[in-house]
Structures are given as structure tokens and as C-alpha cells.
């Protein structure tokens, strides 16, 4: 997977496929793929990638790029990456 650890806290890397029937996480290879129910208009799939992603984890989280692209890196706070693995496998 595709985890980094910083000073500012973890970053994840997540590819985003749009338009999909139901929310939900799979772990392909060493790719985090989300699946998201919004269309790619007007930042809905990241505004649902956020909220979702944060209700799951109960943590706050900040889209730092990837705005526009499918390829998305996002900024988690207050969390390790241990267990940041553990709650994406349990999705």
C-alpha cells in the first residue's frame, strides 16, 4: 500500500474509480483502489472520498492533491500507519 509517514501525518495514496454502484475499498496488489457512488463533477467524488474515508476512520482528513485526477493523495492526522492498514483491510 501506498502509505507515507510524515511530520504533518500519514499520507495515502488512492486511486479513485467514479460512478460506481455501492462505496467501498479494495486493496489490489500495492494499490488502495475507492470505489465512489458521485460522479467526477463539481469535487463530488472528493467530497465523498473525504467524508466516507473520515466517518471510517474517525479522523480528519485533507485531499492534498490529485484534485482533478483520478490519482488521489490525501493527509491523515492523529493516526499510525499500522493501523491506518488495519481499518482499510477490515473495509
Given at each position: 500500500?501506498?502509505?507515507?509517514?510524515?511530520?504533518?501525518?500519514?499520507?495515502?495514496?488512492?486511486?479513485v474509480?467514479?460512478k460506481?454502484?455501492?462505496f467501498?475499498?479494495?486493496?489490489?496488489?500495492?494499490?488502495?483502489?475507492?470505489?465512489?457512488?458521485?460522479?467526477?463533477?463539481?469535487?463530488?467524488?472528493?467530497?465523498?472520498?473525504?467524508?466516507?474515508?473520515?466517518?471510517l476512520?474517525?479522523?480528519?482528513?485533507?485531499?492534498v492533491?490529485?484534485?482533478?485526477?483520478?490519482?488521489?493523495?490525501?493527509l491523515?492526522?492523529?493516526?499510525?500507519?499500522?493501523?491506518?492498514?488495519?481499518?482499510?483491510?477490515?473495509?
Amino acid at each position: 500500500m501506498k502509505i507515507t509517514e510524515t511530520k504533518d501525518g500519514i499520507v495515502l495514496e488512492v486511486s479513485v474509480r467514479p460512478k460506481a454502484r455501492q462505496f467501498k475499498i479494495v486493496i489490489e496488489r500495492d494499490e488502495i483502489v475507492v470505489f465512489c457512488t458521485e460522479e467526477p463533477t463539481r469535487g463530488g467524488v472528493n467530497k465523498e472520498l473525504v467524508k466516507r474515508l473520515s466517518k471510517l476512520l474517525h479522523r480528519e482528513i485533507v485531499l492534498v492533491s490529485g484534485f482533478t485526477s483520478r490519482q488521489k493523495r490525501l493527509l491523515i492526522n492523529d493516526t499510525d500507519k499500522e493501523t491506518l492498514e488495519k481499518a482499510l483491510r477490515q473495509e
